[in-house]
T-cell receptor, first 113, second 118 residues
Framework: GENVEQHPSTLSVQEGDSAVIKCTYS??????FPWYKQELGKRPQLIID?????GEKKDQRIAVTLNKTAKHFSLHITETQPEDSAVYFC????????????FGTGTQLKVEL | ETGVTQTPRHLVMGMTNKKSLKCEQH?????MYWYKQSAKKPLELMFV???????ENNSVPSRFSPECPNSSHLFLHLHTLQPEDSALYLC?????????????????FGPGTRLTVL
């Protein structure tokens, strides 16, 4: 089955700096890659996603890049703000029956003032 | 109530108890999911229901028994659990494209039930 690895597990940046979180996946058939943000004590919420027919997608301060050949994708957050502090999860969808997402282990991002 | 709701929000049970977790989605979606979230581990998919039929059972022990009576409600029945089953149980829903195929649509999560097994 699909295996998703995510790095780093923790990331601390200064406010205004950029943050990058990287994920790799194992199943070359995967073609949908969402990113979820989970604030402390709250539910995961989708912040951006990318399909395998594009290499990059941007939404304001957030961007995601996908390298299908290398089977890795990354989340980029620019001009970080304290409210960006949360756990971020990447995921990959595996083809076949059912809506199955395989998640990474999460990255705890802390934006320091 | 909007989105995805879950009850109870917190549950403490003994290993011999029987309890049920409830999830309700108010989004008109046709697929629902149960996930387990433990500390330091990725979100683990447990069950997927699509159009009220179970389409995925991710090697979950039989002490967890899901039920999906209609497209808006999902239950997780618990019995003879172990302390290692203590975790946050998250429900989610999405709109699966008609005709099956890969999921392109966002999964909306509920707030979760924090389960502690003593």
């Amino acid at each position: 089955g699909e295996n998703v690895e995510q790095h780093p597990s923790t990331l601390s940046v200064q406010e205004g700096d950029s943050a990058v979180i990287k994920c790799t996946y194992s199943d070359s058939a995967s073609n949908y890659f969402p990113w979820y943000k989970q604030e402390l004590g709250k539910r995961p919420q989708l912040i951006i996603d990318i399909r395998s027919n594009v290499g990059e997608k941007k939404d304001q301060r957030i961007a995601v890049t996908l390298n299908k050949t290398a089977k890795h994708f990354s989340l980029h957050i620019t001009e970080t703000q304290p409210e960006d502090s949360a756990v971020y999860f990447c995921a990959a969808s595996i083809t076949g029956g059912g809506n199955k997402l395989t998640f990474g282990t999460g990255t705890q991002l802390k934006v320091e003032l | 109530e909007t989105g995805v709701t879950q009850t109870p929000r917190h549950l403490v049970m003994g290993m011999t108890n029987k309890k049920s977790l409830k999830c309700e989605q108010h989004l008109g979606h046709n697929a629902m999911y149960w996930y387990k979230q433990s500390a330091k581990k990725p979100l683990e998919l447990m069950f997927v229901y699509s159009l009220e039929e179970r389409v995925e059972n991710n090697s979950v022990p039989s002490r967890f028994s899901p039920e999906c009576p209609n497209s808006s409600h999902l239950f997780l029945h618990l019995h003879t659990l172990q302390p290692e089953d203590s975790a946050l149980y998250l429900c989610a829903s999405s709109q699966q494209p008609s005709g099956g195929g890969i999921p392109y649509n966002e999964q909306f999560f509920g707030p979760g039930t924090r389960l502690t097994v003593l």
